[in-house]
C-alpha cells in the first residue's frame, strides 16, 4: 500500500499517508483492509506535471490524533499547510479547518511510480517543523526559515504556535532559545523541548 506514516485512532482503525494513487489519507481497519481515502494535496502552479505520489513526498509532515480518537491534525514541514479533521462515529472524515499559505517550490523526480521523489528548491521555506498535541491545544514550532545553504539552521526555531482543536489561533510563544523538537505535558502546563546546541531537554512553564 506504499503507507509512509501509520497513526493508531483507535484499537480497530487506523489513518495513514502514503503513496497512493488516489485520495490523501486512507483509512485501515485493524487486519489491514482499506476502508476508504479521504480528500486531496493542495492545487500549485505545475501541479498537472505531479502524479499523486509525488506529492505525498512534496507535503509531508506531523499527523497526530487527540487523545480522544476525535480528531487529527497533520501540519506540513516544508510548507503552510494545516488541517484538522474530525473522524465521525460512521469512520467517515470531516474537515474541521484547513489553512494553505506559503506553499513550497517543488520539484517530480522519477516516473511517480516506480521511482519517484520531490526535491525541494532551496528558496523555499521550512514550516511546521515539530508539533504535539493534547486533548484540549494543538503546539506548533514554526521556523519560516529560507532552506539556503544551511539545512540544519532551517529546522530550528522557537517560535510555537498554539491553537485550538477548532482551528482557533490561542497564543503565540516565543521561546529563548531555538529548539528542534517539542513536548507538552498533558495538562498544557509545561513545554519541553530539544536544543541541539546543547543536546539538553529544556522545560519551559507554559
Known amino acids: 500500500k506504499n503507507i509512509i506514516t501509520l497513526t493508531p485512532i483507535s484499537s480497530e ?13 486512507m483509512l485501515l481497519d485493524k487486519s489491514g483492509k482499506v476502508l476508504s481515502y479521504h480528500f486531496d494535496y493542495p492545487t500549485f502552479p505545475n501541479d498537472e506535471i505531479f502524479t499523486n505520489a509525488h506529492k505525498a513526498l512534496a507535503f509531508q509532515g506531523d499527523l497526530a490524533v487527540r487523545p480522544d480518537g476525535k480528531r487529527f491534525f497533520f501540519a506540513c514541514e516544508d510548507s503552510e499547510v494545516l488541517e484538522i ?7 467517515t472524515l470531516n474537515k474541521i479547518y484547513e489553512f494553505y499559505g506559503e506553499l513550497g517550490n517543488y520539484k517530480p523526480e522519477g516516473d511517480g511510480k516506480n521511482s519517484i521523489a520531490a526535491a525541494i528548491n532551496r528558496h523555499s521555506k521550512t514550516k511546521f517543523i515539530d508539533s504535539y498535541c493534547t486533548q484540549d491545544y494543538i503546539y506548533f514550532l514554526y521556523s519560516n526559515k529560507v ?10 526555531a ?10 482557533n489561533a490561542v497564543k503565540l ?10 513536548a507538552i505535558d498533558e495538562n498544557d502546563s509545561y513545554l519541553y523541548a ?3 546546541d546543547t543536546e539538553q531537554l529544556i522545560r519551559f512553564q507554559l
Do not use: K, M, P
Not at 482503525?13 to 489519507?25: D, H, M, N, P, V
Not at 532552506?147 to 530550528?156: K, V
Not at 510563544?173 to 517539542?182: E, H, P, Q, R, W
Open 13 to 25: 482503525l487506523f489513518i495513514a499517508t502514503g503513496l497512493f494513487e488516489q485520495g490523501r489519507y
Open 85 to 91: 479533521v474530525e473522524i465521525t462515529q460512521n469512520n
Open 147 to 156: 532552506i539556503g545553504d544551511n539545512i540544519y539552521d532551517a529546522y530550528l
Open 158 to 167: 522557537n517560535t510555537i504556535l498554539v491553537f485550538d482543536w477548532d482551528g
Open 173 to 182: 510563544l516565543n521561546l529563548d532559545t531555538a529548539v528542534s523538537n517539542i
Open 194 to 196: 530539544y536544543c541541539n
